[in-house]
């Protein structure tokens, strides 16, 4: 497995920011400001990033998870401040099928991850970010619209979207394949 550090961890990698407050970088002096205009922090265990902007990063895939975070800034276009440690980052390209799909139904959120996080249980399906992208759409719809289940057959309604996220996460079978399975 690759180590990531300070010459190498923003060349083709993913990663998940946790969120964290300002104060936790009032001593600290950037180390780094790119074009874009963010700013990073190098310390021994990881790195703090400051930004504007979340997601892709040039060549990386950088998520911010605010799940922590008592409270969140509502403008979209505020800095918010996240930290990762090197071990935090994996390896990221287009082609592999680096990435799994994870659903909360509590909080009806689609997300996903990179199979060498130490989450990953191996059974959901691995798959590029092109195809990743795609099943998670299909998993949003499920999850929160109703009209794509006009036809099927089922008593109860959330058990039903249960199982058909679940063959979409785990299984390579298609959306109109998994539906023909409810139909009358």
Request: net charge positive; with cysteine; hydrophobic share 30%.
């Amino acid at each position: 497995m690759k180590l990531y550090h300070k010459n190498n961890f923003h060349k083709h990698t993913f990663c998940v920011f946790k969120e964290v407050e300002l104060e936790t970088i009032n001593n600290l002096i950037p180390n780094y400001s790119s074009k874009s205009g963010s700013q990073y922090y190098f310390v021994e265990e990881g790195l703090y990033r400051v930004s504007n902007h979340w997601g892709r990063a040039a060549n990386c895939r950088w998520k911010l998870d605010s799940s922590t975070m008592k409270t969140t800034s509502s403008k979209n276009n505020s800095s918010k401040i996240g930290y990762a440690n090197w071990s935090d980052f994996y390896p990221n390209n287009e082609q592999e099928n680096l990435f799994y799909i994870q659903v909360d139904f509590a909080t009806k959120t689609v997300d996903f991850l990179h199979k060498d996080n130490p989450k990953y249980d191996g059974k959901s399906v691995c798959r590029n970010a092109s195809e990743t992208a795609k099943r998670i759409k299909v998993c949003k719809e499920v999850l929160l619209e109703d009209k794509w289940c006009n036809y099927l057959v089922y008593d109860d309604l959330n058990k039903l979207k249960k199982e058909v996220i679940h063959e979409l996460i785990y299984t390579n079978t298609t959306f109109i394949t998994i539906k023909q399975n409810y139909l009358k």
